[in-house]
């Protein structure tokens, strides 16, 4: 009976690690993607202070702001819209700023953004809005057809592509969203030295049907009973209240050095670190007491063969 006991709370204690090791694993994903863009070296961090580069990238919580409605976008089928077109004051929206080309942060947080609402039970076109919005005005509907085909094949209902929305437009509809979100960004240098890329934060917004900021959600994970629970109030016209304001940030670009400094998963990563040795301590605890039970149990009770003996006599 010990011996049972001690394997079962062996395989316990492997299963835990193997949890929580696979928990880490998922945004250091992260990292592992950005290496394999181009050539690009992972650079280390230099101490907390955030880069020049990087203090203008912030996401400022303007809850209750009213969206620009008449800003003017061209949609994922080239076709020319404006943005009020998505609020028809009976459904909320999802929103957020991205660009398509981004070789990392957004297509994490696209991620993210799918995988919750894959879970949430409600329906895009019918219940509420997707809307994605390009901060890049050189990118072209094309491409957004071709992230909006790739993130609706992800979410595996095809019968609610008219409920997802993928924006292209010039500078002045851009800079009219984004300061009404309080979404910051800088155009940094990519590998080539070029300004192709930009440095900014993680975050989807929730609209209320008239196109004002109920919600914001940082980040790149987004938990699906807050997003339902969140489109529910925004529906109602309710304004939620500011979230903690943990960015997650995109990366910085050093075209001297060409180097990329990763801040996106630093705090997870040292989590991450910090539970494997909190497991590691309690399997090596676990292990001891294991050991000292069995030869506990085998120095209490007789041997099978002695017990055999004892029985013939």
Known sequence: MIAVNTTRSTAAVFAGLALA???????LRCGAQVSSYGDKIAGENTGDQLPTVLQKVQVTQQLNAQLPLDAAFVDDTGIPI???????????????????NCPMLCSEEMDGLTSALEMVHLVPGKDFQIVIISIDPSETPQLAAQKKEFYLKRYGHPETAGGWHYLTGKQPAIDAVTKAVGFGYVRVPGPDGRLTQFAHASSIELATPQGKLAQYYLGVEYSPKDLLLGLIDASGNKIGSPVANILTYCYHYDPQTNKHSLIVVRAVQLGGMVTVASLGSFMFLMFRRDVQLGRKQDTSQPSKKKTGEMDKG
């Open 82 to 100: 404006k943005l009020g077109k998505y609020f028809d004051g009976k459904h909320p929206a999802v929103v957020t700023t991205v660009y398509y």
């Open 21 to 27: 090791l696979g928990l880490i694993a998922a945004p």
